[in-house]
């Protein structure tokens, strides 16, 4: 099992970047899909979910801002990501929640998006 995550970067405040999450080993169309941030010094928190139906759901301080999308022929979740703002910095990691599960994992290793003001 494996979620491969890309896609980040350094970017000034105002731009934009696409996380890309492709997960190998998992039934994929069975499993829920989500992006988490951890700041350096902070707890891990959740930012945005997509249900096996495409319903999406996100963090209040990254609503409008992000879109999170599944492509499930290509067992790939993105996250769109405009408008940053410096206080977005953080590694970002995707995750799977299997619809039999209550919860989360496997988890991929992490994507470093740094924006600077």
């Known amino acids: 099992v494996q979620l491969q995550a890309s896609g980040g970067g350094l970017v000034q405040a105002g731009g934009s970047l696409r996380l890309s999450c492709a997960a190998s080993?998992?039934?994929?169309?069975?499993?829920?899909m989500g992006w988490y941030r951890q700041a350096p010094g902070n707890e891990r928190e959740w930012v945005a979910t997509?249900?096996?139906?495409?319903?999406?759901d996100y963090a209040d301080s990254v609503k409008g801002r992000f879109t999170i999308s599944r492509d499930n022929a290509k067992n790939t979740v993105y996250l769109q990501v405009d408008r940053l703002k410096p206080e977005d910095t953080a590694v970002y990691y995707c995750?799977?929640?299997?619809?039999?599960?209550?919860?989360?994992?496997?988890w991929g290793q992490g994507t470093q998006v740094t924006v600077s003001s």
């Open positions: 997509i249900s096996r139906d495409a319903i999406t």
């Open positions: 080993g998992i039934d994929f169309v069975r499993h829920h």
């Open positions: 995750a799977a929640k299997s619809i039999y599960s209550n919860n989360w994992g496997p």
